[in-house]
């Protein structure tokens, strides 16, 4: 049977996985400079987040664990960053915004919750 913190991490190691599949499809419409500007920088940091996500769900030391799960959040943070800048440039459109923010809002209380659960789980191992 598998426990909360498992389904939880689950579901957020496919959220990001998702999130960065949608962006790499956005990104691919756009013309050469923004994919050369604001895209290789947005699809970079989607994957690099999906790739940390994935690493603090497996199994493996906690502290580890931990680490990539505050570097995700760092990621994450990040992809927001080049969105809020990509939008303000009007390199990508309202409708694209709207369905990452989707996700996007599914991903950020999971991630939290699972970086706080780690952080719990190494603050109190002696």
């Known amino acids: 049977m598998k426990r909360d913190s498992d389904v939880i991490g689950a579901e957020l190691h496919m959220a990001a996985k998702i999130l960065a599949g949608r962006i790499w499809k956005i990104v691919a419409d756009w013309g050469n400079w923004e994919r050369e500007t604001f895209g290789d920088e947005l699809s970079r940091s989607a994957d690099v987040f999906a790739d940390y996500v994935s690493r603090a769900t497996v199994t493996g030391l906690p502290k580890e664990r931990l680490d ?7 990621q994450y943070f990040e992809i927001r960053s080049i969105l809020r800048r ?11 915004i709207d369905s990452l923010l989707i996700i996007m809002e599914k991903i950020e209380p999971e991630l939290k919750a699972l970086v706080d659960r780690l952080d719990r789980q190494t603050r109190f191992k002696r």
């Open 68 to 74: 990539y799960g505050r570097r995700a959040r760092s």
């Open 86 to 96: 990509a939008f303000s440039k009007d390199v990508i459109s309202e409708d694209d």
